[in-house]
Structures are given as structure tokens and as C-alpha cells.
């Protein structure tokens, strides 16, 4: 059964050269998204960006080839890919042979298709290449210094959420404090969040405190994401909301939710510093 216990994570594997998408382990999003009360249709649109910094293969020479790869799973995809399983699979790339870049996206839009259950975007860039490699920050003003005490760290508390519907705002909020972990082997997943609504104006100093609930609590990234978008609407009744959270990477991959209740404006995919 395709559920986190039986993935990868936390148990001994072999790490070898062999090409091989049966490697992949696809988790349904219904997971977490029924912890939640969500059912279709959803309340968002979205997707996660996912960032390879260690792809390599072998040219029809036998001659390594070394690319960065963005893929882009949709959130309206049955199923997430398990980071580990993904980590796997494309170490299996090392030691094949394949006979061009073409021939490595094909093989990679396929095999991550077939597993997310949804049309998954590739693109393959060469190391150099200035517009993969840049660093920039997040746009938005970071609420990271409000003098405030904080004392819970776990479960999430959306009762800490509220907005003062007095007054309206259109703004985009940052913070780089967030941290939960993974639900399988308790590591810990960083992650800087931007926050970007229009309507009641949230409180700066619960959305933090909200935010550092999260730090002992364990869930995939997805999953964390999908919660902070639904207890916002739920709690804060924004006319507008994006939801994009940047984590840091583990083994070569980072992963990038990003959930709107706008269908259109795709994120940039620019890493920040800790990526």
C-alpha cells in the first residue's frame, strides 16, 4: 500500500546506478486533505516545485552528463511523491546511459507522470545557467521581529488567527521561522513562508505565533501548506490568498507548494539564501 509507512523513509536502502521508476512511491494527497475536510471541488489551485541539483547521467559515450532540473507536480494530482522514493529514482540516472537531455526529460516527465497521476512539467538547465542559479529573497514584508513571547510549539493552533475586518489590506507577509517535521522520521523541514491576501487585515502577531505552532509538528510539506491555506480562509476570510512556502533542501531536492485561490500567476522559482 502506497502509505508512509511503507515508503522509503527511515529504513536502510541500496543506493546504486540502475535507472528504475518502480523506485518512485506515490502517497494520495486524500491523506492529509481528509484530516482536513477538504473534497472537491478544491479550494485552491496550485502546485509544488520541486529542484534536482544532483541529476546526472551517461551520454551514448559513457561520458557523465550533469543538468538542474525543475519538475512541477499539479496540486490537482491524486498523488505526492514521497522525497525519499524521488531522491532514489534519480540517483538511479548515475550510471545509465541515455541518448540525449531530450531522451532524460522524456523519461522523467513519463515516469513522474505515471506516479502524481497528472501531467508533470520537466525542464532541465544547464549548471551555469544564471536564471537556476540566482538567489533572490522572498517579496513581502517579514513580521520575524514583532515583540511578542511565544510559548507553543505544537499542535498548529488556529484559534491564534484572526483579522480585524475595520480594516483592509492587500499585502504580502514573510517569515523565515517556520519549521515542522517529517511524519515518518521526525527530521526537521525549514521553510521560509509568503503569505500573500486581500481583505481583513490579519493580526501580524497571532499569524507568527500561528506559524511557530507548526515547529513540533509532523507532516509533509504538501500537507503543511495545505493546512496553513485552509485555516487562513477558514479563520481570516481573505477575498484573496497565496500561500508559498520555500524549503530548504535534504539530499539534493527542495520542495516548493505553492496553493492561490487565483488560478493564473504562477511563482517564480528563485531560491532564496538557505536554498
Avoid at 520541486?50 to 496540486?75: I, K, Q, T
Avoid at 520575524?144 to 499585502?171: K, M, Q, T, V, W
Avoid at 515518518?184 to 500573500?196: E, F, H, L, N, R
Amino acid at each position: 500500500m502506497t502509505v508512509p509507512e511503507n515508503s522509503p523513509l527511515g529504513r536502510a536502502v541500496e543506493y546504486d546506478g540502475r535507472y528504475d521508476p518502480r523506485r518512485l512511491f506515490p502517497i494520495a494527497r486524500s491523506t492529509g486533505r481528509d484530516a482536513l475536510g477538504l473534497a472537491e471541488p478544491l479550494p485552491f489551485f496550485g502546485m509544488d516545485i520541486w529542484n534536482a541539483y544532483e541529476l546526472s547521467w551517461l551520454d551514448r559515450r559513457g561520458r557523465p552528463r550533469v543538468m538542474l532540473a525543475e519538475f512541477r507536480v499539479p496540486a490537482s494530482s491524486p498523488n505526492l511523491i514521497e522525497s525519499k522514493s524521488f531522491k532514489l529514482y534519480l540517483n538511479g540516472f548515475a550510471q545509465t546511459r541515455f541518448d540525449s537531455p531530450d531522451a532524460v526529460r522524456a523519461a522523467l516527465r513519463d515516469d513522474l507522470s505515471e506516479a502524481a497521476g497528472a501531467a508533470v512539467s520537466v525542464v532541465l538547465a544547464p549548471v551555469a545557467t544564471a536564471g537556476v542559479t540566482r538567489t533572490d529573497p522572498l517579496a513581502g514584508e517579514c513580521i520575524d521581529e514583532l515583540s511578542i513571547n511565544i510559548d507553543h510549539y505544537g499542535p498548529p493552533r488556529p484559534d491564534f488567527l484572526g483579522a480585524d475586518n475595520e480594516h483592509r489590506a492587500d499585502e504580502t507577509l514573510i517569515s523565515h521561522l517556520f519549521k515542522s517535521n517529517c511524519p515518518v522520521t521526525g527530521q526537521p523541514d525549514w521553510a521560509s513562508v509568503q503569505i500573500t491576501y486581500a481583505g481583513p487585515r490579519i493580526d501580524r502577531a497571532g499569524l507568527l505565533r500561528y506559524l511557530v505552532s507548526f515547529r513540533d509538528h509532523a507532516e509533509f510539506h504538501e500537507q503543511c501548506v495545505e493546512r496553513l491555506f485552509v485555516d487562513l480562509l477558514t479563520h481570516c476570510d481573505p477575498k484573496r490568498l497565496s500561500v508559498y512556502a520555500r524549503f530548504t533542501r535534504r539530499g539534493g531536492l527542495d520542495i516548493n507548494p505553492w496553493r492561490s485561490t487565483e488560478r493564473n500567476g504562477e511563482p517564480e522559482n528563485i531560491r532564496t539564501a538557505r536554498q
